[in-house]
């Protein structure tokens, strides 16, 4: 296969991932990988470094938006970011004594649990409990409706910091942005409506990645060639899925088929995983 096939097969596929991805507010990383090892056969630590790229380019290009909207609430993020910037240097830094295989089930586990969190139903109820230590940091925010500005409070800061530090380690071990996990830590734990915690994960998740990037770049697993496409076409496929949902009135047959072909290639890492073929 020419350089020239092999880059437009990885810039095509990254596009449908990035697709994908944007259309069920996951992100285009959990495909991205299962796409270069198990299609094209590219070495797990090439591919999370070619997700990490990909990972900060759509992050950076999404969330100025959502900043601009007044959506994302920047103190939290920057608050949270302390624990994903810690988590994801330490994933790095271990991630190249961690036997291929084992990363391998593990984001296979991961990719399911992905797939779980797009099916499930997102509580809509803005909770006003008060936290000490929320107001002490001022944490607590505002997002606008069609119906004027709706104050939130945050809750539970502690439990949520210390889910940010696991899903920065999964991020630096599996180079993706570990969004349903942090938005898992948001939604689940600190009550943060679910609007405000995807926009604040998506405006995290490019820190998070950048932070892992500098590892496997000094490490020399970020190869600009396989980069290249990889982070032009999810980026591309992120803004048009971004386009396309906003005309779209129901998003639930999207999170099914994301969930379907998740799981396809869930099964498909966690089976090579095991069997050793990665």
Known sequence: MSVTVLTLIILVGSYLA????????????????????????????????????????T???????????????????????????????????????????????????????????SLRKKAQEIHQQ????????????????????????????GGGFFMMLFAGVISGLLGIGSGALKVLAMDGIMRIPFKVSTTTSNFMIGVTAAASAVVYLQRGYIDPGLSMPVAIGVLLGALTGSKILVHTTSSGWLRWVFALVVTFLASQMIYKGITGTI
Do not use: C, H, W
């Open 18 to 57: 990035g697709l994908l991805g944007s259309l069920t507010g996951l992100g285009g990383g959990v495909v991205i990988i299962p796409l270069l090892t198990i299609l094209l056969g590219v070495d797990i630590q090439y591919a999370i470094g070619a997700s990490l790229i990909s990972v900060i380019a």
């Open 130 to 157: 008060k936290s000490v230590l929320a107001e002490k940091l001022k944490l607590n925010g505002s997002f606008p409706t069609p119906a004027g500005e709706v104050a939130y409070s945050v809750r539970n800061v």
């Open 59 to 117: 992050s950076s290009g999404s969330a100025a938006a959502y900043v601009k909207e007044g959506i994302t609430n920047i103190r939290l993020g920057m608050f949270l970011e302390i624990a994903t910037t810690a988590g994801a240097m330490v994933g790095a830094l271990i991630a190249v004594y961690i036997p291929t295989n084992f990363i391998a089930v593990l984001f296979g586990v991961i990719l399911i649990l992905s797939a779980v969190m």
